[in-house]
């Protein structure tokens, strides 16, 4: 921000000031009724959007279910390989349907907190001229008060400002309010657009943070901790664990997609490969150090229809992303593929 410069005497350096200050009020007063929209926006959906009613398992089996309506393959590879980028695009789609679904309303309420943050600018004008006029300071001493009074609510920067002085309080006042009003009638005809894309700040960054929770997944089958706490100091765990060859694992020394789930091998006598040489039994993960201490994984010998159903789906796209076949001890049960989409989204929609 380049200082202000005042050259000018009486009026027109009254004229001069208010404009500036008129240019910064309107745009600290902009982002602020954006920033409210943002918030309220947010909240709303919380209330009234159902992907947004409970924690992150909640919203992770509304994304589930939304990648299975579009049956999108390079949709599904990002949440299986990238899940906190599925998350952020996923949460900005809801957002987007939900400004398309509520513009009107949006902007209305645009509106309304224009004229709530403009009558305390009116209020933050008149405590300080009173407060300067009684103290028998100067413009500076009134911009003090004046910022000082709305730092609460909007961001100004005045300390380029800290050199003007000697400038009557009254006229100042008087400029001051005319040029809100002006403000007021620029930034009520760009709400009265309802172009929502106008919106600078972003609920769907304010729901990711409310909704984060633990990001480590599973080291076999790469599904999301689903503890509601980042760094939680219990263990990591999932609800339900996914067949490992989705996320490319394979038979040891094979190009075979495994279609096991690791809930299921923890009860059996199968072993994972630390490495290329080293053999470890699933019954004792826990003793293969980082990351597998630090992982609770319930036995369970049973999957989710969801993703048998997304293993036959997209075989030839798995099977091409990762250059390996669902073959040998990795063949798809003929019975997976009598699993219907409704089937697998009728499972996790209850």
Not at 44 to 56: H, S
Not at 246 to 257: V, W
């Amino acid at each position: 921000m380049c200082c202000f410069r005042i050259f000018c005497d009486g009026s027109h350096r009254i004229a001069s000031l208010v404009d500036y200050l008129g240019d910064r009020v309107q745009e600290s007063l902009r982002e602020a009724v954006y920033k409210k929209a943002a918030i309220d926006t947010a909240n709303e959906m919380k209330c009234n959007v159902t992907a947004f009613n409970g924690n992150r398992s909640n919203l992770e089996f509304h994304l589930m279910k939304s990648l299975a309506e579009k049956e999108e393959f390079h949709s599904f590879i990002t949440y299986i390989k990238e899940p906190k980028a599925a998350f952020e695009i996923f949460i900005k789609e809801c957002v987007d349907q939900y400004y398309r679904d509520n513009s009107r309303s949006i902007c209305d309420a645009l509106k309304i907190n224009l004229d709530r943050f403009t009558k305390l600018i009116h209020s933050a004008i008149e405590t300080s001229c009173s407060i300067t006029i009684s103290r028998q300071g100067d413009v500076s001493s009134w911009l003090d008060t004046f910022c000082s009074e709305l730092s609460a609510h909007l961001t100004l920067s005045h300390s380029d400002l800290k050199g003007v002085k000697h400038h009557d309080i009254d006229l100042l006042k008087e400029a001051m309010t005319n040029s809100l009003e002006k403000v007021m009638e620029n930034l009520k005809e760009e709400f009265s657009l309802c172009d929502v894309s106008n919106i600078n700040a972003k609920p769907y960054e304010i729901l990711y943070e409310q909704l984060a929770g633990c990001w480590e997944t599973c080291p076999f089958c790469k599904a999301v901790c689903t503890n509601t706490v980042p760094g939680h100091e219990e263990d990591h765990s999932v609800k339900f664990h996914r067949s490992q060859g989705i996320s490319g694992q394979r038979f040891h020394k094979t190009d075979h997609l495994v279609t096991d789930i690791c809930s299921s091998y923890v009860v059996s006598d199968e072993c994972f490969m630390l490495n290329d040489k080293d053999r470890h039994p699933y019954r004792e993960y826990r003793t293969a150090g980082l990351p597998y201490s630090e992982w609770s994984i319930t036995p369970d010998l049973s999957s989710l229809n969801y993703w048998k159903w997304a293993v036959c789906r997209f075989q030839s796209d798995f099977e091409k992303y990762y250059n390996k076949k669902f073959e040998g001890k990795g063949e798809i049960p003929s019975r997976w593929r009598e699993i219907t989409k409704q089937d697998a989204i009728s499972e996790i929609d209850r």
